[in-house]
């Protein structure tokens, strides 16, 4: 089974602190999403990420950054974190193919709130 | 641009009953895939079911079928037997393009009662 963990199921942080996100995936997917999901809103993608140091920009990648160095690990930073920021992350990963191959795995999910 | 529209915030239904979650999509692609998830009160997303915009059969995965209506782009998904543990969230999603990126509703919270 694929598993996607996230550093922190609960996150608590002050406006201004620089706050890292952490994703890891087991099962070798070439990409990996960062997500965050508002009420009436659904899920909006921030970054994705199909190769190592390979990033792309979402929806909504504005006031934040990713790393990735390592195939199994993506990283979302929020470099100087404000309130409107507070907000479900949830991480997610796939193969890189067609169809079906593509369905995406979810992470826990980490519920940020900024001060 | 791609768009994927359910316009149901919330559905009751009763145990052992059908339900029908509605999904509408929008995209010019003519290669696609449509999706389904869960997401539970714990938070995690359950993948559920997938539809391709080529496969002739609408899909199915146990109690869930997701009813694919092409020419009205609609790809609701079907839950048979409803049982308390389906109360969630549902989202329809849609990747199109290269890398797998996905699209999502705003989600159905389902509600199953006795």
């Known amino acids: 089974d694929v598993k996607v963990t996230q550093s922190s199921r609960y996150l608590v942080k002050r406006t201004g602190e620089k706050v890292f996100l952490e994703c890891v995936q087991d099962?070798?997917?070439?990409?990996m999403f960062w997500y965050r999901q508002d009420p009436g809103l659904g899920l909006r993608l921030i970054y994705f990420?199909?190769?190592?140091?390979?990033?792309e920009k979402g929806d909504i990648p504005e006031g934040y950054s990713v790393s990735r160095e390592k195939k199994e690990r993506f990283s979302l930073i929020l470099e100087s974190a404000s309130t409107n920021q507070t907000s479900m992350y949830l991480c997610?990963?796939?193969?890189?193919?067609?169809?079906?191959?593509?369905?995406?795995?979810f992470g826990p999910g980490t519920r940020l709130t900024v001060l | 641009a791609q768009k994927i529209t359910q316009t149901q915030p919330g559905m009751f239904v009763q145990e052992k009953e059908a339900v029908t979650l509605d999904c509408t999509y929008d995209?010019?692609?003519?290669?696609?895939?449509l999706f389904w998830y869960k997401q539970p009160s714990s938070g995690e997303m359950i993948f559920l079911i997938y539809?391709?915009?080529?496969?002739?059969q609408n899909a199915t995965e146990g109690r869930y079928s997701l009813n694919f209506q092409k020419a009205r782009k609609s790809a609701n998904l079907v839950i048979s037997a409803s049982q308390l543990g389906d109360s969630a969230m549902y989202f329809c999603?849609?990747?199109?393009?290269?890398?797998?990126?996905?699209?999502f509703g705003t989600g159905t919270r389902l509600q199953v009662t006795l």
């Open positions: 997610a990963s796939s193969l890189l193919g067609l169809g079906k191959t593509d369905t995406q795995y």
């Open positions: 995209t010019s692609d003519q290669s696609y895939g």
């Open positions: 990420s199909y190769d190592v140091k390979m990033k």
């Open positions: 099962m070798d997917h070439e990409n």
């Open positions: 999603a849609m990747e199109t393009g290269t890398a797998s990126k996905l699209t």
């Open positions: 539809q391709g915009s080529y496969d002739e």
